[in-house]
C-alpha cells in the first residue's frame, strides 16, 4: 500500500533559510531574464538593419516620374490615342516589333462588354454600336459600359478573388459566418459608386475604428474575417491558437494590398524578400487588439425565439444520434433519414454582421516566435510598418495606441507609399490584357518577375494616385487606347509570334477563353433566363446528393426554394469552401482558401463532357432552342441567325450556316442550340 506524506511544520530558521535562498533564486532569474531580454533586443536591432541593395529593388523605389515617349514620324501619329501607347510603341520599337491593325467593331463591343460587365452584349446592343457613326461612339459605349451596375458584379468578383472571399470558414467544419454576404455586397457597391481605392482600403483595414456605429464601415472590416479558420468541435472557440488567427490577417494584407508574401517571413527571416522575422510579427502587432465581432441583427424576442427552436430541434436530433449509436450496425434506414428530416428543420442563422473590432483587455502581447512556435516567445515587440521602406532607427509604437489599423491604413495608402498603387494598378491592367505588366501580381518582391513596362507602370500609378485613387479613370484610360484595341489575330505575324510567343511587348490583343462564372452567366444570358436582381443573400442552387454527403453536416446545404433566383449571376452564388459548383470548378474557379492572383485556363476533357452532356449545358440549350422558336418561329435560316447572334455576336458565315442547316434537317433544333454553347466563338473573347 502506498504511503501518503504528512506534512509537518518548519521551524523559524528553516523557515527563513528557504525564503533567502528563494528570494536569491529569483534575483538570479530575473538578472538572467533581464540580461536575455537585453540581448535579444540587441539581436533585434542588428537584425532588423538592411542593405543598399535590399532596399534598392525596383518596387521599394518611390515611384519615377516618367516623361510621356514623343514620335514625330506618320506611323506613330497613325496610332497615338492615349499617353499608353506611346510607352508600348516605344517598347515594340526597341524589340523590333509593331502594333497589330484594329479590331472590327463587333470584336470591340464584345470584347469590351465583357471585360467590364462580365455579359455579352445583346444583338439589339451590337447593332445600335455598328450603326453609331459618330467620332464618339466607342467613348459612349466605353461610358454606358462604366455606369452598368453589371460592372461592378465583374470588376467586384476580380477583388473577391484576391482577398479569398468566402462565407464559410473551411477546414472538416466549414462553419457559416453569417451574414458574410454583406461583404460581398459592399464590394459591388463600392466599384459601381467608384469609391476611391484609398478609402476602400482605409474602410476594410480599420472603418471599426473610424465608426464603430456605421454599419457599411462594420461590413467592410470583415475583410479581417476572410481567410479560413479551425474551430473545436461543437463550440466556437479557435482550436488553433490566436497565432493561426493574427498569421490569416497579415497574409491578407501583404498579397492583396502589398503584393508581398510577408507570410513567408513568420518562421524564420523571408528566404528572398527583404522581411526580417522580426519585421513580420512588428507588423502583426497593429492586429494584436482584433477580434471577432458577430453583430447581431435582431431583436432580443427574436433571438430568443430563434435559440428556442434550435434548442428543440438540436435535443430531438441528439437523442435520434443516441439511437443509432445503440443500434451498432443493425438497419437503421429510417432513424437516420430522421436526423436528416430535422436537420433541414433547423432554422437558418440569424442576420448578422461578420465583422471585428478592438478589445483593449484582450489585446495579444506579441513575440517573435522561435520557428513562428508560440510556445517559444522571444522579446516582446510593438508595432511597426516594414523595416525595408524605414529608416534602420525608426522607433516601434507603443501597444496601447490609439486607432492601430487606422495608422496601417494611412501608411498603406499614402500616396508616396511605393507598393500600393504600383499593385492595385497592375491588377486592373491585368484583368483588361490577361497579364500584368509585372506578371506576378501578388509577388512584387525578388522572387517576382520585374516589370515589362516600369515606366508605364509608374506613370499609370501617378496618374491613378492624382486622379483621387478612382477606377474607372483608368478603365477609361486603358480601353481607349489603340494597344487595348489591337487585333488579336496573329496571321502574317509570324516574324512577332517566333520572337514574343507570350505577347511581353503587347503587339497584339490576348485572345482568353471566359471564366467559369462567365460562362454561367452567359448561358443564362443568351437563353433569356438571367435574373440580374442585386444583393441580398446568397443562393444554394440544386447539386449532386453525393456531394451534399461528403458534407460535415448536409444540413450545411439549403437549395434556396425561389427558383427563379436559381438564374441569377454567379457571384450571388453561394461561396463555400467545401463544396463549388463542380460547373464552376471544371472552368478553374478559384478554390477559395488562398488569394487568387489571376485566373489560370486549363483545358482538359473535363471541360468539353460538362458543356456537352452536364445538365446545366443541356437545360440551357432547350431554353436557348424554345427562345428561338418563340422569336423565329419554324424559321431555320432564322433560327441559325438569330442562334449566332445571341451566342457569337455575329451571323454565322456561308460554311457555318450551310453546315447548321443541314444539321436541322436531321437533328432537333435543341441539339443544334448545344453545339452553339461549345462553340469556341461563343466561349472565347478576341
Known amino acids: 500500500m502506498q504511503e501518503h506524506s504528512v506534512r509537518r511544520p518548519i521551524g523559524p530558521v528553516l523557515a527563513f533559510t528557504l525564503?533567502?535562498?528563494?528570494?536569491?533564486?529569483?534575483?538570479?532569474?530575473?538578472?538572467?531574464?533581464?540580461?536575455?531580454?537585453?540581448?535579444?533586443?540587441?539581436?533585434?536591432?542588428?537584425?532588423?538593419?538592411?542593405?543598399?541593395?535590399?532596399?534598392?529593388?525596383?518596387?521599394?523605389?518611390?515611384?519615377?516620374?516618367?516623361?510621356?515617349?514623343?514620335?514625330?514620324?506618320?506611323?506613330?501619329?497613325?496610332?497615338?490615342?492615349?499617353?499608353?501607347?506611346?510607352?508600348?510603341?516605344?517598347?515594340?520599337?526597341?524589340e523590333k516589333l509593331s502594333f497589330s491593325p484594329q479590331a472590327d467593331r463587333r470584336t470591340l463591343i464584345r470584347r469590351l462588354t465583357y471585360d467590364?460587365?462580365?455579359?455579352?452584349?445583346?444583338?439589339?446592343?451590337?447593332?445600335?454600336?455598328?450603326?453609331?457613326?459618330?467620332?464618339?461612339?466607342?467613348?459612349?459605349?466605353?461610358?454606358?459600359?462604366?455606369?452598368?451596375?453589371?460592372?461592378?458584379?465583374?470588376?467586384?468578383?476580380?477583388w473577391l478573388d484576391v482577398v479569398r472571399f468566402s462565407e464559410t470558414e473551411g477546414f472538416e467544419y466549414d462553419r457559416y459566418r453569417a451574414g458574410s454576404w454583406r461583404y460581398r455586397d459592399y464590394v459591388i457597391q463600392s466599384f459601381n459608386?467608384?469609391?476611391?481605392?484609398?478609402?476602400?482600403?482605409?474602410?476594410?483595414?480599420?472603418?471599426?475604428?473610424?465608426?464603430?456605429?456605421?454599419?457599411?464601415?462594420?461590413?467592410?472590416?470583415?475583410?479581417?474575417?476572410?481567410?479560413?479558420?479551425?474551430?473545436?468541435?461543437?463550440?466556437?472557440?479557435?482550436?488553433?491558437?490566436?497565432?493561426?488567427?493574427?498569421?490569416?490577417?497579415?497574409?491578407?494584407?501583404?498579397?492583396?494590398?502589398?503584393?508581398?508574401?510577408?507570410?513567408?517571413?513568420?518562421?524564420?527571416?523571408?528566404?528572398?524578400d527583404p522581411v526580417r522575422q522580426v519585421d513580420y510579427y512588428r507588423f502583426q502587432a497593429f492586429l494584436a487588439a482584433t477580434h471577432e465581432n458577430d453583430i447581431p441583427l435582431t431583436t432580443e424576442a427574436e433571438a430568443a425565439a430563434w435559440k428556442k427552436k434550435t434548442d428543440e430541434i438540436t435535443g430531438r436530433i441528439k437523442k435520434l444520434r443516441v439511437e443509432l449509436a445503440k443500434a451498432d450496425g443493425q438497419p437503421a434506414e429510417k432513424l437516420r433519414a430522421d436526423v436528416k428530416r430535422l436537420e433541414i428543420q433547423l432554422p437558418a442563422p440569424l442576420p448578422t454582421v461578420s465583422s471585428v473590432r478592438n478589445i483593449a483587455d484582450q489585446r495579444s502581447s506579441i513575440h517573435l516566435l522561435a520557428r513562428g512556435d508560440e510556445s517559444q516567445k522571444k522579446q516582446r515587440l510593438g508595432m511597426r510598418y516594414l523595416g525595408v521602406l524605414l529608416t534602420d532607427d525608426a522607433p516601434e509604437l507603443p501597444a496601447d495606441t490609439p486607432g492601430p489599423r487606422t495608422r496601417l491604413a494611412k501608411w498603406i495608402t499614402d500616396p508616396a507609399h511605393p507598393l500600393t498603387a504600383r499593385v492595385i494598378v497592375n491588377r486592373i491592367w491585368q484583368n483588361h490584357f490577361g497579364r500584368g505588366i509585372v506578371s506576378t501580381p501578388n509577388d512584387f518582391g525578388f522572387n517576382g518577375m520585374s516589370p515589362t513596362h516600369?515606366?508605364?507602370?509608374?506613370?499609370?500609378?501617378?496618374?491613378?494616385?492624382?486622379?483621387?485613387?478612382?477606377?474607372?479613370?483608368?478603365?477609361?484610360?486603358?480601353?481607349?487606347?489603340?494597344?487595348?484595341?489591337?487585333?488579336?489575330?496573329?496571321?502574317?505575324?509570324?516574324?512577332?509570334?517566333?520572337?514574343?510567343?507570350?505577347?511581353?511587348?503587347?503587339?497584339?490583343?490576348?485572345?482568353?477563353?471566359?471564366?467559369?462564372?462567365?460562362?454561367?452567366?452567359?448561358?443564362?444570358?443568351?437563353?433569356?433566363?438571367?435574373?440580374?436582381?442585386?444583393?441580398?443573400?446568397?443562393?444554394?442552387?440544386?447539386?449532386?446528393?453525393?456531394?451534399i454527403d461528403l458534407l460535415y453536416k448536409p444540413s450545411q446545404w439549403k437549395v434556396t426554394a425561389d427558383e427563379q433566383s436559381h438564374s441569377r449571376r454567379s457571384i450571388y452564388l453561394i461561396a463555400k469552401r467545401n463544396l463549388r459548383l463542380p460547373f464552376l470548378e471544371v472552368f478553374d474557379q478559384p478554390d477559395l482558401q488562398t488569394s487568387c492572383a489571376g485566373r489560370i485556363a486549363t483545358t482538359h476533357s473535363p471541360q468539353a463532357l460538362e458543356l456537352l452532356n452536364g445538365k446545366f449545358s443541356n437545360q440551357m440549350a432547350v431554353t436557348l432552342a424554345n427562345r428561338l422558336r418563340r422569336?423565329?418561329?419554324?424559321?431555320?435560316?432564322?433560327?441559325?441567325?438569330?442562334?449566332y447572334q445571341l451566342t457569337a455576336g455575329r451571323s454565322p458565315t456561308d460554311r457555318e450556316r450551310t453546315i447548321a442547316l443541314a444539321f436541322l434537317k436531321q437533328h432537333p433544333l435543341e441539339d443544334f442550340t448545344l453545339a452553339l454553347l461549345n462553340l469556341n466563338a461563343f466561349l472565347y473573347v478576341e
Not at 514623343?70 to 510607352?87: G, L
Not at 455598328?130 to 454606358?144: F, G, Q
Not at 456605429?213 to 479557435?238: C, K, M, S, T, Y
Open 116 to 158: 467590364l460587365t462580365g455579359l455579352p452584349p445583346t444583338p439589339a446592343e451590337v447593332a445600335a454600336f455598328l450603326t453609331d457613326k459618330t467620332p464618339t461612339a466607342y467613348e459612349k459605349l466605353v461610358n454606358r459600359l462604366l455606369a452598368s451596375p453589371r460592372y461592378g458584379e465583374r470588376w467586384g468578383q476580380h
Open 631 to 643: 422569336d423565329a418561329g419554324k424559321n431555320s435560316p432564322e433560327q441559325v441567325e438569330q442562334g
Open 193 to 272: 459608386a467608384d469609391k476611391p481605392f484609398d478609402q476602400f482600403v482605409t474602410e476594410q483595414l480599420a472603418g471599426d475604428e473610424i465608426d464603430a456605429n456605421n454599419r457599411d464601415l462594420q461590413v467592410a472590416v470583415g475583410f479581417h474575417r476572410l481567410g479560413p479558420i479551425r474551430r473545436n468541435q461543437g463550440n466556437a472557440e479557435v482550436a488553433f491558437s490566436r497565432n493561426e488567427v493574427l498569421t490569416e490577417m497579415i497574409d491578407g494584407i501583404g498579397v492583396s494590398l502589398l503584393g508581398m508574401t510577408i507570410g513567408c517571413a513568420r518562421c524564420h527571416d523571408h528566404m528572398f
Open 454 to 547: 516600369p515606366e508605364l507602370l509608374d506613370f499609370l500609378a501617378n496618374r491613378f494616385v492624382a486622379e483621387g485613387w478612382k477606377f474607372k479613370p483608368l478603365h477609361r484610360l486603358i480601353v481607349m487606347s489603340a494597344t487595348y484595341r489591337q487585333g488579336s489575330a496573329t496571321t502574317g505575324r509570324k516574324a512577332a509570334l517566333a520572337k514574343d510567343p507570350g505577347n511581353r511587348w503587347l503587339w497584339r490583343f490576348q485572345r482568353r477563353r471566359l471564366q467559369a462564372e462567365e460562362i454561367r452567366d452567359s448561358m443564362l444570358a443568351v437563353a433569356g433566363t438571367i435574373n440580374l436582381e442585386t444583393g441580398g443573400p446568397s443562393i444554394m442552387l440544386p447539386v449532386e446528393q453525393e456531394l
Open 19 to 94: 525564503c533567502t535562498l528563494a528570494a536569491a533564486a529569483m534575483t538570479r532569474a530575473e538578472d538572467s531574464a533581464a540580461e536575455k531580454t537585453s540581448k535579444g533586443a540587441e539581436e533585434t536591432k542588428a537584425a532588423a538593419l538592411y542593405t543598399s541593395d535590399e532596399r534598392n529593388h525596383w518596387s521599394f523605389l518611390p515611384r519615377s516620374q516618367p516623361a510621356v515617349p514623343r514620335f514625330s514620324d506618320d506611323e506613330a501619329k497613325q496610332w497615338m490615342r492615349s499617353d499608353i501607347d506611346a510607352f508600348v510603341l516605344q517598347r515594340l520599337r526597341k
